[in-house]
């Protein structure tokens, strides 16, 4: 018996019911560096708008450079996990600068912010706890959840009334932790973090909020969530990402109270028994986390493409979901329209994607419009330009 023929079947199945359901994802090649700009493979230049790019740095000259140098001055990769021989004197300086930055008290790197929310659980909660979960929190906040044993609670997304009737069921156990997305990557919502605050003072609780899409975004200058709500400082646990604002490249973090964070470096699986981040990364952040310091202009250049775009889609009579970030999803309701509608932008010359049903609540389709600070105001014109001639031509504006 061939083991694999059966099991080939079955995948061949599976695959084929992905594809039928119109689910199967096709990957677009980028033949360019990723940038406002972005050449695909069929040689089209287009305007990119579906990027996490937010502050224009993953083709950053400076950044670049700092990566080549870093990698100059400390080689390629580090061959080790942290604990063995992978701790160069740039790890400790970039988990400093991100310390910084949030205004907390140390910080913990990892591979990705996806292995800093798988390992940030279960070294620090058992069966005696409680973790608290908004329903539309990331994927890598509930497979981190699924591996600790502490009791789970889930609050529709946002809704605080909800979340306070979790709280009072779950007075019960030894410690309870909040936990939520900072911005909502389908909605661009942004939680509200004053408010869980607030319930977790009244219900002895703490704070995990991940930064991941609101960090270099949200607050006045960029320090996410906490600077926009003033709780620098008061939040126990952050994660972000170095994937998105940050440069785009790879790497995650979890920043805060100075025990957890020393626990997680003892106890945290991802941390313990995956690679350190090379140099070259660590290098190009220590850069952009300098830089940052030194300058908002960035993150106030972000602020204003987004209002800018808002504005000039409003007026053009699109129904748009409510944001305080550099995401704007630009309801539509239809999931073959969304994707209709991305395709003909597409051959305008704007990229942006389509998301339907299970991404989004059903009915709810939509496309996701994200700014950057290197977008040009003639490049936001050229977009609202473009999603007005397809959605009068597609009958979603009059
Ligand atoms: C993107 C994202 C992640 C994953 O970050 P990576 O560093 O790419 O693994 C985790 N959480 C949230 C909320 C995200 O948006």
Known sequence: MNAYLNFQKHLANELLAIQSAGLYKEERWI??????????????????????N?????????????????????????????FICGTQD???????????FFGTEDTILYAA???????????????????????????????????????RYRYANANMSDLETQLQAAQAQRFRLIVTDGVFSMDGNVAPVDEIYALAQKYDAMVMVDESHSAGVVGKTGRGTT???????????????????FGGAIGGFTTGKKEIVDLLRQRSRPYLFSNSLPPSVVGAAIHTFCRLEQSSELQEKLRGNAAFFVQ????????????????CAVMLYDAKLSQEMAAQLLSEGIYVTGFYYPVVPKDQARIRVQLSAA????????????????GKKLGVLK
């Open 31 to 52: 033949v360019s560096p990723q940038s406002v700009k972005i050449r695909l493979q069929s040689g089209q230049e287009v305007l990119n708008f579906c990027a996490n």
């Open 54 to 82: 937010y502050l224009g740095l993953s083709d950053d000259a400076e950044l670049i450079d700092a990566a080549i140098q870093a990698m100059k001055d400390r080689g390629y990769g580090m061959s080790s996990v942290r």
């Open 90 to 100: 740039l790890h400790k300086e970039l988990e400093a600068c991100i310390a910084r």
């Open 113 to 151: 912010c996806f292995d800093a929310n798988g390992g940030v659980f279960e070294p620090l909660l058992t069966e005696e706890d409680a973790i608290i979960s908004d329903s539309l929190n990331h994927a890598s906040i509930i497979d981190g959840v699924r591996l600790c044993k502490a009791v």
């Open 227 to 245: 600077e926009l709500f003033n709780l620098r400082g008061k939040i126990e646990i952050l994660t972000g990402t170095l994937g998105k604002a």
């Open 312 to 327: 000039k889609m409003q007026d053009a009579g699109f129904d748009l979901k409510p944001t305080q970030s550099a995401i």
């Open 375 to 390: 977008h040009e105001k003639e490049d936001l014109d050229q977009c609202v330009n473009a999603f007005v001639k397809i």
